[in-house]
């Protein structure tokens, strides 16, 4: 084989920079649009994998239609029995069968923006000791008739921010918005070196759980730009579990979780995010005594601040 034919075969058999992960159980709805957006990206470096968490509706034999219109780009991958299993272990399914070193997450019903992924590796370059960036969401309203509401992710924009400021200051221990899974890119080293996804939430609070092991971690760069459009609906996985009132039931979970976690773990700053959680559980732990102590605690605080 001459050296231009070895260059030739090298180039078509490199593995692509991203691999852009997109799990689905019957998301027929606007699962075509979530695709279409990934394929029309302005950069072509990047695979996408279709994992299918035991889908009973036509986004099954939709996914697979993309995987043979497109198969140097495109792969479909499913649970052993066609099973569901949970957005957790969907994830890392689609995670055993990425090949990028960068991965890039979309859910089924949202959109991504034509520059996303030449933007982010982008930044990723310019700033080696960042392990995951994301940007502003557009909650998108308009889809069906409402008003947009451009989100920032992050308590501070364009700059690095280090573990564990994080954990502090976003969502659900802090004020500040916390990042939109669909707009997240991430160096694959750092989602291995957290262990992936955690496969024993299905109900709710599964990105919590990532970002929550991330937060003590990774550094995260939270830019002012909009890339994605987060689709508001009432399926929606946050807006489903407030509706059937099992938000509590779902954050407690989170917060023993966590707690577990982190005194398993020992990771780095373990024990400053320990004490958040703590506080955090209090009510749930002791209801009675929380409704006494609540009223002074409100009053030291407006005195504090």
């Not at 599964?206 to 929550?212: N, R, S, T």
């Not at 958040?276 to 009053?299: G, M, N």
Request: charged share 30%; glycine share 6%.
């Amino acid at each position: 084989m001459s050296t231009k034919q070895a260059a030739s075969v090298t180039t078509d058999f490199r593995p692509p920079r991203v691999s852009v992960i997109c799990i689905f159980f019957n998301a027929e709805q606007f699962f075509a649009e979530a695709i279409d957006s990934v394929l029309a990206q302005d950069c072509d470096d990047f695979e996408l994998i279709l994992v299918d968490d035991g889908s009973t509706d036509s986004s099954t034999e939709l996914a697979k239609d993309y995987a043979s219109r497109e198969p140097l780009r495109v792969r479909y991958v499913e649970h052993p029995g066609h099973s569901n299993r949970g957005m957790g272990a969907a994830r890392n399914l689609g995670l055993r069968a990425a090949r990028g070193e960068l991965v890039a997450l979309i859910d089924a019903d949202d959109r991504w923006r034509t520059a996303k992924l030449r933007d982010q590796i982008a930044f990723l370059d310019e700033f080696p000791n960042v392990d995951a960036v994301c940007g502003t969401a557009n909650y998108w309203w308009s889809w069906n008739g409402g008003k947009d509401k451009l989100q920032k992710t992050g308590y501070i924009q364009d700059r690095p921010l280090e573990p564990p400021t994080c954990a502090f200051e976003l969502y659900p221990f802090g004020q500040a918005v916390p990042p939109c899974p669909s707009d997240l890119m991430l160096r694959r080293s750092i989602i291995d070196k957290v262990g992936g996804f955690e496969e024993s939430f299905t109900g709710g609070f599964e990105d919590q759980a990532f970002l929550g092991k991330f937060y003590l971690e990774g550094t995260i760069y939270c830019a002012d730009r909009n890339w994605i459009d987060y689709r508001v609906h009432d399926n929606g996985c946050g807006e489903r579990i407030r509706r059937e009132g099992r938000y509590h039931e779902r954050r407690r979970f989170f917060l023993e979780w966590y707690l577990d976690y982190l005194d398993r773990s020992r990771k780095p700053h373990a024990a400053a995010v320990r004490k958040l959680v703590l506080r955090a559980l209090f009510p749930y732990r002791h209801p009675h005594l929380s409704r006494v102590v609540q009223p002074f605690i409100r009053v030291v605080r407006k005195l504090v601040a």
